[in-house]
Every structure is written in structure tokens, then in C-alpha cells.
């Protein structure tokens, strides 16, 4: 697919298939157009030329609510959390789409509205205690450390059960000791949830450590893929990243 902003071809022909279980990296300096394959495949952003396939279904051009209504979910390179909720209604607010029960039964407070609200804090408690989380349900998300913020925004992404989980720089601004940690919780989450991730991401010890495939972009196209090895020797992502004439240290 390719996405043109006015003149500027911010992805070009780019392509990629990614098999169910994989985790992959989608890496490259700044401005490569990472972030606008997220918005292209999550429905943000049309695609100028091209279509996004999945679960064999042709999805180019479907809005956002129904590509995350057929399992594809995204976190943010920006935080985006109501801040002034508590963390369990952070998540919680997530449910309330495809909740069943009407305006008379929430009005009236019927049987099904009840039910269905305890189903809705029994999941998105099953979801904080697998993030880690539990604990702070009913603190108020803006009291929460930059890492456990990180944290619920991905239990966020959870809530709409999805195949497909896209990760915007889950480690950015961590520090060593958190990046091993998002490392962990993201094997973890992709085993206990079953999940086929595709991530971005600058902190290379992540992508190094967690993912079986890189796909480096550079100027809207890609330039190489591979293993974590395989990249990490390539001169070609060297280049993209450090210049001409760069060499392996
Ligand atoms: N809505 C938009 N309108 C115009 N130009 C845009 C828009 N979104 C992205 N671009 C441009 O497209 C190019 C790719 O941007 P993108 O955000 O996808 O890069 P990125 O690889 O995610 O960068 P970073 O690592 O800095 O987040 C950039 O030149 C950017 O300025």
C-alpha cells in the first residue's frame, strides 16, 4: 500500500504479511512513515493505493470502530488515558461499546443492566490482574508511574480482544530495568492472549530481545528485513540509521 500526504509520499509500496503468533518489529529512523502504517491499518488513514487484508478479509477502507471489531487493536506513541478516571474505569469504558443492555435498563437499573455491569468489572479485572494491575484499580490513572501507565493502555487495547495487537513505542522513555519488564509482558500477553503483535520501536535492546522478524523502513518504503541479527549487521539499515559511510563498530 502507499499513503501520500499531498506530495509527500510518506509510505510507499510498502508491503507485509505477518503470520498468525509472530512478533515483529517495524523499525527506522524518524519520519519513516511507521506510525502511518498503524493508522493505515487500524482505519485512520485511507490508503492512496493498495489493500489491507485480514483474517483473509479485504478491510481497506472500513472505519476504525469496525477494524477493531474484527480484532485489531493499537496503543498510542502518546498516552492516551482518561486521566481523572480511576484505572479500573479506564478500562472499563473500553466494554461499553458492545455492552447488552439498553438506556430503560440503565435507567431503571434492571437485572441485565446489573449483570452485565459485573461482567464488565469481573473482565477488566481479569485484564489488570494479568497486566499487573490490580492493585491500583481504583487510583486515579494520572497517579500511576509512566510505566504502569504504559501498562494500561495496553490492558486497554486488550479489552476489545484482539488477534491483531500494533504497539507505538511501548518502551519509550523506559529505562533499562522497564524496557526488560515490557519485554516480558509483552511474551506474555501474546501467549496468554493469544495475539499476533507488530510493534515500533527505538529502544533497540527491545526489539533485539522480543522480536523473531524486523522489517526496517526508511523514507516511506522498506530496506530490509529479517532477524534481529541479520538487521543488526546489515549495512543498508546502518546507513539509514547513522548515515553514509557507517560501518559495523
Ligand atoms: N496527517 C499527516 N499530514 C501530513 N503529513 C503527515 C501526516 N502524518 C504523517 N505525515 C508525514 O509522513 C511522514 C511519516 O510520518 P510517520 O509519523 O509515519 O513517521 P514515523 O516513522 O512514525 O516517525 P517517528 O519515529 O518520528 O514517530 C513524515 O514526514 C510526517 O511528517
Known sequence: MSKAFGGLKAVNNFSLRLDEGEIVGLIGPNGAGKTTIFNLITGLY??????????????????P???SQRGIA?????????????????????????????????????????AEEARVTREAMELLEALN??????????????????????????????????????AAGMNPAEVKRMVELVRYIKER???????IEHQMGMVMNLCERLVVMDFGQIIATGTPLEIRNNPVV???????GATVA
Open 238 to 244: 546502518l546507513e539509514a540509521y547513522l548515515g553514509k
Open 193 to 199: 492472549f493469544k495475539l499476533t503483535v507488530l510493534l
Open 65 to 67: 470502530f469496525k477494524i
Open 74 to 114: 493499537r496503543t498510542f506513541q502518546n498516552i492516551r488515558l482518561f486521566k481523572g478516571n480511576t484505572v479500573l474505569d479506564n478500562v472499563r469504558a473500553v466494554f461499553h461499546p458492545r455492552i447488552k443492555y439498553n438506556f430503560f435498563d440503565a435507567l431503571l437499573r434492571t437485572p441485565r443492566y446489573n
Open 133 to 170: 494491575l490490580a492493585h491500583r484499580a481504583n487510583e486515579k490513572a494520572a497517579n500511576l508511574a509512566y510505566g504502569d501507565q504504559r501498562r494500561l493502555e495496553i490492558a486497554r487495547a486488550l479489552a476489545t480482544h484482539p488477534k491483531l495487537l500494533l504497539l507505538d513505542e511501548p
Open 46 to 63: 485511507k490508503p492512496t493505493a493498495g489493500t489491507i487484508h485480514f483474517c483473509g478479509e479485504d478491510i481497506t477502507g472500513l472505519p
